[in-house]
């Protein structure tokens, strides 16, 4: 089945923002590691100078969202989810706990090894990749619509980013079906902002710490009815959606109830704060949620006759493309991507393997033409390799292992060996 979510309020997009953190638990405040470089310029005064803010409502490191367009779609990775961090319960370990100085907290973030995901433009902790993505998308990011058109999406994809680090967090729809969606407000106290914050491996496997600055303000958390005080000295991964003054709503996306984006007040500041996920004016090829294309319908899925896509270039993007041991990634990562779960993320990492360093423009271009995902090689007639079959056919049953529904057991296609 196709991952689907989306988009409506604000105040999810700043939610989602914001649980980029992660971090352990405990009763003792951790220590700041020596090193770690959470901005460029590296130097917390510099950030929280107002006239450095990127919104009149905070610093980058609060994680303003103002609107759905504040968010770039970009596709590659790996990258950190940090939405769910900040308690300690749960199946695995998503504290977020503050440092001793307070301006920082160390947060466990999931580990998503490749997928689409936003970046919210207003919480660029690079200023001069900050500057060169509000020039080419816009003040708001509303000219930077496709995949992979804002230039912090290429910083994000090599890991340059941050020097020190090659993994950061952002926002992306992953893990939703398993660990939903949802809002609590929150009024002024400290949070850990982690939007393009620096991550780094943790002892936890599937799972990365994010060393995220810490802010003090109103902010909202990603679920319903949650204590916004957390005790065993720990604090939430959240962001912040100022009320609109005119509130205007988004339809919401397909496969998602009005109920999952009800926005409840936890406290007497507002009965209903307007709020916002990415929402882009078209489906994206690939990303998880209702702004995800559809997969690909035999017969009835087909690239427009005036789009330019040259099927030639996209078998080559999928041939070229290898992976360690010689499967090409193209197929792999398709056969698996736009059905995975958040219980696969060991599978995507395999299946996607290497696909992030390859040029797969022509793929994107054709998937956005005919506007499905997962669905280029269908399109165009590109024949995977014997060895690429048989590692289509182990990750298909792997994920059937799991409970999920591969994409060949939908529609046919990208099944494998016979």
Not at 37 to 55: D, I, L, Q, Y
Not at 89 to 112: M, R
Not at 161 to 166: D, K, Q, R
Not at 263 to 276: C, F, Q, T, W, Y
Request: glycine residues 8%; proline residues 9%; negative net charge.
């Amino acid at each position: 089945m196709h991952r689907y979510r989306s988009t409506r309020f604000l105040i999810l997009a700043t939610l989602l923002l914001a649980a980029c953190n992660g971090g352990g638990s405990s009763s003792t405040p951790a220590t700041t590691p020596a090193g770690i470089v959470h901005f460029v310029p590296n130097s917390h005064a510099f950030w929280s100078n107002p006239a450095n803010w990127t919104t009149s409502f905070g610093p980058a490191y609060a994680d303003i969202t103002l609107a759905s367009s504040n968010f770039v779609p970009c596709r590659g990775g790996p990258f950190a989810l940090c939405y769910y961090s900040g308690p300690s319960s749960g199946a695995e370990d998503l504290s977020c706990s503050p440092t001793s100085d307070g301006n920082y907290a160390n947060c466990n973030c999931f580990d998503i090894p490749y997928g689409v995901y936003f970046v919210d433009i207003n919480a660029i902790l690079n200023h001069a990749v900050y500057e060169k993505t509000v020039a080419q998308c816009g003040a708001d990011g509303s000219l930077c619509a496709t995949l992979n058109s804002a230039p912090v999406c290429a910083n994000v994809n090599k890991g340059n980013l941050m020097p020190g680090s090659s993994v950061y967090s952002t926002f992306s729809f992953d893990c939703v079906p398993e660990n939903g969606l949802g809002v609590t407000n929150c009024a002024q106290q400290p949070y850990a902002g982690c939007m393009t914050a620096p991550c780094f491996k943790s002892a936890q496997t599937g799972i990365v710490n994010c060393s995220c600055p810490v802010f003090n303000g109103p902010y909202q958390v990603g679920q319903n009815d949650q204590a916004c005080t957390l005790g065993d000295n720990l604090v939430w991964s959240a962001a912040y959606a100022p009320p609109a003054a005119t509130p205007t709503a988004t339809p919401l996306p397909p496969g998602l109830s009005a109920d999952t984006y009800k926005v409840m007040a936890a406290d007497s500041r507002a009965a209903a704060v307007p709020a916002a996920v990415p929402s882009p004016p078209a489906c994206l090829p690939d990303a998880p949620g209702g702004v995800g294309c559809p997969l690909y319908v035999p017969g009835t899925t087909v690239i427009p006759p005036d789009s330019g896509v040259d099927c030639a270039k996209v078998c080559d993007e999928y041939h070229t493309c290898l992976q360690p041991k010689g499967a090409q990634a193209g197929f792999t990562c398709d056969a698996t991507l736009c059905t995975d779960e958040c219980n696969d993320r060991d599978l995507v990492s395999v299946a996607c393997q290497g696909l992030a360093g390859c040029d797969i423009s022509e793929i994107v271009k054709a998937e956005t033409a005919a506007n499905c995902s997962c669905c280029a090689s269908q399109l165009c007639g590109c024949d995977p390799s014997a060895k690429t079959n048989q590692a289509i056919t182990a990750l298909n049953q792997q994920q059937r292992d799991r409970g999920i529904t591969p994409q060949c057991d939908i529609n046919s296609t990208l099944c494998g060996m016979p």
